[in-house]
């Protein structure tokens, strides 16, 4: 599989990482909006620059295509990528508003090539176990549920994007949106309503470092969700799920992997 990536920062060079790993995947090629990020990324990774992502997508030598850039050109070239008829694997968040958002699911529905946004929560270990126990019915119907991502904010690979909203900025659209998607996997129903308090209290930016949202699921339960970019503190990565009850009895099931907790509680 060759792979080209769109963008050429901190988290193609991550991915680039990973597929140095893999049995018969190669980095064939980058664009990035600066040609000087985009070759020193070649020069570490391998494959070759282009000029524009329009040259990445129309070349042979790429298979699939990794979305990497920063989040403000997301959807734009999504929308490229599957129109190119190449697999997408797309970091989050989709979009930066729900314009954006249902335009490229709706692009993903039409294209027929697989497009997978890049939602890690769902390959770790608690987590995956977590939805199989849930699939299999054992502790009934997920009734309720709380999921928190926190962790320092100002961490060395922040951007000056990140730092601001219109630009797709922020502690929810960068990490928290974890937390938002382990929780609707977890209940596994649509989402009936939404409220939700988002700020910024703890630095000097325009785009929100604390948030906490409440979630309405159709056809009953409910869930709560925080995002909390610290400036000094402890990390918090947990997702907990209150279910009708059934096999574990009043007993709780967790597990742990390293600062990752997931635990299922039964009536």
């Given at each position: 599989m060759r792979v080209g990536i769109l963008g050429a920062g901190w988290?193609?060079?991550?991915?680039?990482?990973?597929?140095?790993?893999?049995?018969?995947?190669?980095v064939t090629g980058v664009n990035s909006r600066s040609l000087d990020t985009a070759a020193a990324f070649v020069a570490q990774h391998g494959?070759?620059?282009?000029?524009?992502?329009?040259?990445?997508?129309?070349?042979?030598?790429?298979?699939?295509?990794?979305?990497?850039?920063?989040?403000?050109?997301?959807?734009?070239?999504?929308?490229?990528?599957?129109?190119?008829?190449?697999?997408?694997?797309?970091?989050?968040?989709?979009?930066?508003?729900?314009?954006?958002?249902?335009?490229?699911?709706?692009?993903?529905?039409?294209?027929?090539?697989p497009c997978l946004v890049g939602f890690t929560s769902h390959y770790f270990p608690g987590f995956s176990r977590?939805?199989?126990?849930?699939?299999?019915?054992?502790?009934?119907r997920p009734?309720?549920?709380?999921?928190?991502?926190?962790?320092?904010?100002?961490?060395?690979?922040r951007r000056d994007w990140h730092?601001?909203?219109?630009?797709?900025?922020?502690?929810?659209?960068?990490?928290?949106?974890?937390?938002?998607?382990?929780?609707?996997w977890l209940m596994d129903r649509p989402v009936q309503a939404v409220s939700a308090a988002i700020g910024t209290h703890l630095h000097e930016q325009q785009a929100d470092d604390l948030s906490s949202i409440f979630l309405r699921f159709q056809g009953g339960g409910a869930g709560m969700v925080g995002s909390f970019g610290y400036a000094q503190?402890?990390?918090?990565?947990?997702?907990?799920?209150?279910?009708?009850?059934?096999?574990?009895?009043?007993r709780p099931t967790a597990w742990s992997v390293a600062r990752t907790t997931v635990g299922l509680l039964c009536r």
């Open positions: 988290w193609a060079d991550q991915h680039a990482q990973a597929l140095a790993t893999l049995e018969g995947f190669a494959g070759r620059v282009h000029a524009d992502a329009r040259a990445l997508l129309a070349a042979p030598d790429v298979d699939a295509v990794l979305i990497t850039a920063p989040h403000e050109y997301h959807a734009p070239l999504a929308l490229e990528a599957l129109a190119s008829g190449k697999p997408v694997l797309l970091e989050k968040p989709v979009a930066t508003n729900s314009t954006e958002t249902h335009a490229v699911l709706d692009a993903a529905r039409n294209a027929g090539v977590a939805k199989q126990i849930i699939d299999s019915g054992e502790l009934g009734l309720s549920g709380q999921s928190v991502f926190q962790k320092r904010w100002m961490e060395a690979n730092l601001d909203r219109k630009r797709g900025g922020g502690m929810l659209l960068t990490a928290g949106i974890h937390a938002l998607d382990r929780l609707m503190g402890g990390p918090i990565n947990a997702t907990t799920l209150l279910c009708e009850g059934a096999a574990c009895g009043s």
